[in-house]
């Protein structure tokens, strides 16, 4: 299967800093890549859609200014969370889709905000 | 919402094979069955898909049935590696399409 990467696999920060993500896609290009956050004992939730080179959708209840998503090429899109809570503290998760059939998931970073 | 139902959780010998079913009855005629597992702290990996036919590759067989309304996973020779959560997924293909994921089921392989 396709390769994705995310960078940091994860990162503690304090309160009220901002916090880059980075998802790669390693063998192919991503026209498309989805952004999840993970709570403790929960599912998968899906954040955000990112095609290269146009603006994210997101999903009702995520605030787009505090999660800001850059998609600038086929193969690298970031996740920006601004002015981290502690309540932001998460698994973040990237998906990306080449325009198979199939989705691919990265390893996941584990966000920790004191 | 989820558009999949699974067993909260379920358990085998390790050498024996591990039958995980979904039940799917919305099913669009152009949505396919996806399953991804997702062993603890890392991202989910794709298992198989398919869209009528049985599927089968490296990892694991998909079996659906004619109805299209549930499915079964089957993983031939489960290892304790294999041990973790499960999701069966309903979607449309193409790069857009939105995965949603529900509960998912907790496969534990016993020694």
């Known amino acids: 299967g396709a390769v994705v990467s995310q960078h940091p696999s994860w990162v503690i920060c304090k309160s009220g800093t901002s916090v880059k993500i980075e998802c790669r896609s390693l063998?192919?290009?991503?026209?498309?890549m989805f952004w999840y956050r993970q709570f403790p004992k929960q599912s998968l939730m899906l954040m955000a859609t990112?095609?290269?080179?146009?603006?994210?959708?997101?999903e009702q209840g995520v605030e787009k200014d505090k999660f800001l998503i850059n998609h600038a090429s086929l193969t690298l899109s970031t996740l920006t969370v601004t002015s981290a809570h502690p309540e932001d503290s998460s698994f973040y998760i990237c998906?990306?889709?080449?325009?198979?059939?199939?989705?691919?998931f990265g390893p996941g970073t584990r966000l920790l905000v004191l | 919402d989820a558009k999949t139902t699974q067993p909260p959780s379920m358990d085998c010998a390790e050498g024996r094979a591990a039958n995980l079913p979904c039940n799917h009855s919305?099913?669009?005629?152009?949505?396919?069955v996806y399953w991804y597992r997702q062993i603890h702290s890392q991202g989910p990996q794709y298992i198989i898909h398919?869209?009528?036919n049985n599927e089968t590759n490296e990892m694991a067989s998909l079996i659906i049935t004619e109805d299209r309304k549930s499915s079964t996973l089957i993983l031939p020779h489960a290892t304790l590696r294999d041990t973790a959560v499960y999701y069966c997924?309903?979607?449309?293909?193409?790069?857009?399409?939105?995965?949603?994921f529900g509960k998912g089921i907790t496969l534990s392989v016993r020694p």
């Open positions: 998906g990306a889709s080449g325009g198979e059939e199939t989705q691919y």
């Open positions: 063998d192919f290009q991503a026209t498309t």
């Open positions: 990112s095609n290269e080179g146009s603006k994210a959708t997101y």
């Open positions: 919305t099913i669009s005629g152009n949505e396919y």
């Open positions: 398919g869209l009528k």
């Open positions: 997924i309903v979607s449309y293909t193409g790069a857009n399409s939105k995965l949603t």
